[in-house]
């Protein structure tokens, strides 16, 4: 049957894809495996979703996936930035979310709040290169007081901007402004799930963050309507 063709055809093209991306993937595994001296693992893709990748889930689970970022304004709750990757660590994704905002509205963020995982020592540089300050817990900012260090002193390989950032993560200022992310970001990841972002419907990352940006579209619907009533209720 010509349906059964189709299926046939779409499946082998899934495969060659497949395929395509385990090479790369495995080519980007053995490169790393060299520069850090261990031995690089075999690299696997799925045949579903050539694009996805193996990630760790919050229910503790590992499956092909794709990594959805919000970047979310502080004042208004509203989303201004959105990207999907297929990359398990967000330790990269600061710097290109800075400029998809610069090209978005013609201006960079001051501050960026973001949670430890993406505060890797290169994406505060790169954030700094833009003129942005990173609020971003210190690693082991508990543990090294305990082994009579200071976490917010400079270490020695610091750059100006890391050492800016410890410096100012040290502050009850810092600390303050910090504790507003929990209620952006976290909130806005809480309302898509909430709203049924749980599993993407589609396959590939272009249709993936179609999605994601429908989500974003709704939820800023959603909260320009409260944000225009709450002003009415003010000027009333």
């Known amino acids: 049957m010509p349906t059964s063709g189709c299926a046939a055809a779409e499946r082998q093209k899934r495969i060659d ?3 395509r991306h385990c090479d790369q993937l495995q080519q980007q595994r053995e490169n790393t495996a060299k520069k850090s001296g261990r031995k690089a693992g075999e690299a696997r893709a799925s045949t579903t979703d050539p694009e996805a990748r193996n990630m760790m889930f919050s229910d503790g689970g590992c499956r092909p996936g794709y990594n959805v970022q919000f970047s979310t304004d502080t004042a208004s709750g509203i989303i201004v930035g959105v990207e999907v990757t297929n990359l398990g660590s967000d330790q990269e994704q600061l710097p290109p979310m800075l400029d998809q905002l610069e090209e978005r509205y013609d201006a960079k963020p001051d501050e960026a709040l973001v949670d430890g ?6 994406a505060i540089n790169e954030a700094a ?3 942005c300050d990173v609020y971003a817990p210190v690693k082991d900012e508990k543990k090294q007081p305990a ?3 200071d976490p917010y002193a400079p270490k020695k390989n610091d750059s100006e901007a890391v050492a800016a950032w410890r410096a100012r993560m040290g502050t009850a200022w810092g600390k303050a402004i910090y504790k507003l992310r929990c209620q952006t970001a976290e909130w806005v990841n809480a309302l898509c799930r909430n709203r049924g972002l749980w599993q993407m419907p589609v396959r590939g990352r272009p249709k993936c963050r179609t999605v994601a940006v429908l989500y974003a579209i709704v939820h800023n619907m959603v909260r320009g309507v409260k944000l225009r009533a709450e002003v009415a209720m003010e000027s009333g």
């Open 17 to 19: 894809e497949a395929i």
């Open 117 to 122: 995982g993406f505060a890797s020592l290169k």
């Open 129 to 131: 290169k833009r003129e």
């Open 147 to 149: 082994a009579g260090k």
